[in-house]
């Protein structure tokens, strides 16, 4: 893992909406914004310990839901220093301690998945109405290379409460609590996943990806692991293209690099072909696939348009772009959740 060259106010720009939409107040943001002069130093203007000074604040008065997110701010974007696995760990005391006001039943889990001729240990966590998991189907669901499963938290209840399905939400490999690193071998952690879902529920799975997670659910889709698949704002194919690499804003470059578990800032080369092993060509190239569903915002600045209007004409499929929104359709949210919702409850009657 390695810093990079970004500045803490192009991540606030960026990330500064995801952060509200997801409930951290906008008082918070512009306090943590105006205070913040570096992304790396783990001191007083830094990015770790301002985001941190806030958290404390909400836990201190036993708000830990605020807390967890606050933590989850400043573990952001990835654990490039002790630092950020200490926040990380804070935020998942927070997000424990909140876990007795959820509106649904929670319980963590560590599962055991085959990997490379061995086993991987995955850190879940499971939503379900009443607990009774093997009445329900299972969605397994994650996020991207920066916004992990404690982040994602209001959508798994709003997809349990919702879609009559039981949430197993997980970190997707390169990410968060699960500490191998994004590459070729990554298909197999959610072949495994899969599998443990299908055991736990009523056999039916579904799978849930965003952004980077996407690429995955489109994975599971495509290869028919899984009976129904969400792909929202996935990269999958020209997304891995070096024209649209070397164009990657934000840091994205080097999030990536960190999720691949470099430990230097790769060439474009490098990047290019360590993002090429998870390519989706080959599994578009078939004409079969479960039931999926691929959307994505029209203005995604991440995310070329093709990668979502390439699943066109397949059977079984929808495809929709949400003009007016971008990468995941964030700022439409509250239009696009209810649409997952309603589509994974039709295919999961």
């Not at 409930?23 to 830094?46: C, H, K, Q």
């Not at 967890?68 to 950020?84: E, H, I, N, V």
């Not at 990554?186 to 072949?191: G, P, S």
């Not at 690099?257 to 080369?269: E, F, I, K, Q, R």
Request: hydrophobic content about 40%.
């Amino acid at each position: 893992m390695y810093t990079y060259d970004v500045s803490a106010a192009d991540m606030f720009e960026d990330r500064s909406h995801q952060f509200e939409k997801f409930g951290i107040p906008l008082d918070d943001i512009e306090r943590v914004r105006a205070a913040t002069t570096d992304m790396w130093a783990d001191a007083p203007g830094g990015w770790v310990y301002e985001w941190s000074k806030v958290a404390e604040e909400y836990a201190d008065r036993g708000d830990h839901r605020i807390a967890a997110l606050a933590y989850g701010c400043a573990k952001f974007p990835c654990l490039t220093d002790q630092a950020r696995v200490r926040a990380l760990q804070n935020q998942l005391e927070q997000f424990l301690l909140a876990a007795k006001d959820f509106p649904v039943a929670f319980e963590r889990r560590i599962i055991t998945v085959p990997y490379r001729d061995g086993t991987v240990d995955v850190p879940v966590h499971l939503y379900s109405t009443e607990g009774d998991y093997a009445a329900r189907p299972v969605l397994i669901a994650s996020g991207g290379v920066d916004t992990w499963k404690m982040d994602i938290h209001p959508w798994w209840v709003g997809f349990t409460e919702g879609a009559g399905v039981t949430t197993l939400a997980f970190d997707h490999p390169g990410t968060g609590e699960t500490s191998i690193p994004l590459d070729e071998h990554a298909d197999e952690v959610i072949r495994g996943i899969a599998d443990y879902a299908r055991s736990l529920g009523d056999g039916r799975v579904a799978h849930f990806g965003a952004s980077f997670g996407g690429n995955f659910s489109a994975m599971s889709g495509l290869a028919g692991i899984v009976d129904a698949a969400v792909d929202l704002g996935g990269p999958v194919v020209d997304s891995f293209e070096p024209e649209n690499v070397k164009n990657l804003p934000y840091g994205m470059h080097d999030i990536v690099g960190n999720a691949m578990h470099w430990d230097h800032s790769p060439t474009l080369d490098e990047l290019s072909a360590g993002l090429g092993q998870l390519n989706r060509r080959d599994l578009l190239a078939q004409h079969r696939n479960s039931a999926m569903l691929v959307i994505n915002g029209a203005d995604d600045y991440f995310i070329p348009q093709s990668d979502t209007l390439v699943f066109e004409g397949r059977p079984n499929t929808e495809v929709r772009l949400i003009d007016g929104t971008g990468h995941i359709a964030m700022s439409k949210a509250a239009e696009v959740v209810p649409k997952i919702i309603a589509w994974l409850r039709a295919r999961l009657p």
